[in-house]
């Protein structure tokens, strides 16, 4: 019985884990005025890292937030269109 007990708070540290790193990964972006005057309001942004493929514009991802569909296609080192 006590087995059974540290099974199910490993499972729970485990997906306390995985769930605020996935937390973790998004940016707030402070609103701001463009040169042009235009102010862009603020908004949620995916971490900034060495990939494109993971960002919420590429195709086949989702942004969180807004529910909007990627159109972008990746650019990686394999692609020919870039």
Same mark, same amino acid.
């Given at each position: 019985?006590? $087995?059974?007990?540290?099974?199910?708070?490993? $499972?729970?540290?485990?997906?306390?884990?995985?769930?605020? /790193?996935? !937390? !973790?990964?998004?940016? &707030? #972006?402070?609103? =701001? =005025?463009?040169?042009?005057? /235009? =102010? #862009?309001?603020?908004? &949620?942004?995916?971490?900034?890292?060495?990939?494109?493929?993971?960002?919420?514009?590429?195709?086949?991802?989702?942004?969180? =937030? /807004?529910?909007?569909?990627?159109?972008?296609?990746?650019?990686?080192?394999?692609?020919?269109?870039?």
């Amino acid at each position: 019985m006590l $087995i059974f007990h540290m099974k199910q708070i490993l $499972i729970g540290i485990i997906l306390a884990i995985s769930m605020s /790193t996935m !937390l !973790l990964a998004d940016t &707030y #972006v402070n609103g =701001y =005025y463009k040169s042009n005057g /235009t =102010y #862009v309001q603020g908004h &949620y942004r995916s971490s900034p890292n060495s990939t494109r493929s993971d960002n919420w514009s590429e195709r086949g991802n989702t942004n969180p =937030y /807004t529910g909007k569909q990627g159109t972008r296609n990746s650019c990686g080192a394999l692609s020919l269109n870039c």
